[in-house]
């Protein structure tokens, strides 16, 4: 009853349509659910994915980026990293499969992964493009630092494969030609970052698109994050008077 009445008073109120959601706390949920293994939290917050997306689809929400593993976490030993990368690529299997409506893309440093993994998320990502709907991110090996480096560097390479002069494209680069480049051609603005766990910072995720972004801090874990949870959310950020630094 209470879920109802707080989904009818966002009816007609500001909506975000990029959403960045940093999904912390898996192993810390495991531990305090009494698991002596930590997969269990992996697993419990892979599903609860799919859970999100449907809700972010029907609040009318355009594009979301999930936070699911970043760069500095690829230095996680192998017994720990190996089965995160697990449950992240059955996690991309199940948002992308027959059915889904939603257009799908893995984005980071894809090719730091180990083993097949970034061929698996590449050609289950692929499959989805064109179906329309809900934009969902992944960020795997993901960080934003690296994102902003590597846009550069796309910019050059871009330039002077067109026969272009450095020197030129120098004189003029700008805030446009790092955006064009971003992992995510779509993603050059963001306007809400939700992360769970109780943490309150970025950690490298999104750095460039979450300038004029609103923050919201959850403190449940991952997995327990619930719609109530997310109504809250979206309730806080229809409040806000955006202004952009004016």
Not at 81 to 105: C, H
Not at 190 to 215: H, N, V
């Amino acid at each position: 009853m209470y879920e109802r009445r707080l989904a009818a008073t966002l009816v007609g109120l500001p909506r975000p349509q990029h959403v960045g959601i940093m999904v912390d706390g898996n192993r810390r949920w495991a531990r305090k659910a009494g698991h002596t293994d930590v997969r269990e939290g992996y697993r419990a917050g892979g599903a609860k994915v799919t859970t999100f997306l449907g809700w972010c689809t029907a609040a009318g929400i355009e594009h979301v980026t999930l936070f699911m593993l970043s760069d500095d976490n690829l230095g996680r030993p192998a017994e720990e990293l190996g089965p995160l990368i697990e449950v992240i690529e059955e996690t991309v299997r199940d948002i992308t499969a027959e059915g889904r409506d939603w257009e799908v893309r893995a984005i980071g440093s894809l090719d730091m992964l180990p083993g097949t993994s970034a061929r698996v998320l590449k050609e289950a990502t692929a499959a989805t493009a064109g179906r329309g709907g809900l934009k969902v991110d992944v960020a795997v090996g993901y960080g934003g630092r690296r994102e902003i480096v590597d846009a550069v560097k796309s910019a050059f390479e871009e330039h002077i494969a067109a026969g272009g002069d450095p020197a030129e494209l120098v004189a003029r680069f700008g805030i446009d030609d790092i955006s064009r480049h971003l992992y995510s051609p779509v993603a050059d603005h963001t306007d809400f970052i939700i992360r769970t766990s109780g943490e309150q910072r970025l950690s490298g995720f999104l750095l460039w698109q979450s300038a004029y972004a609103e923050m919201h801090w959850v403190d449940c874990y991952w997995p327990a994050f619930r719609h109530v949870d997310f109504l809250r959310a979206l309730r806080s950020y229809a409040s806000r008077e955006r202004r952009f630094g004016k």
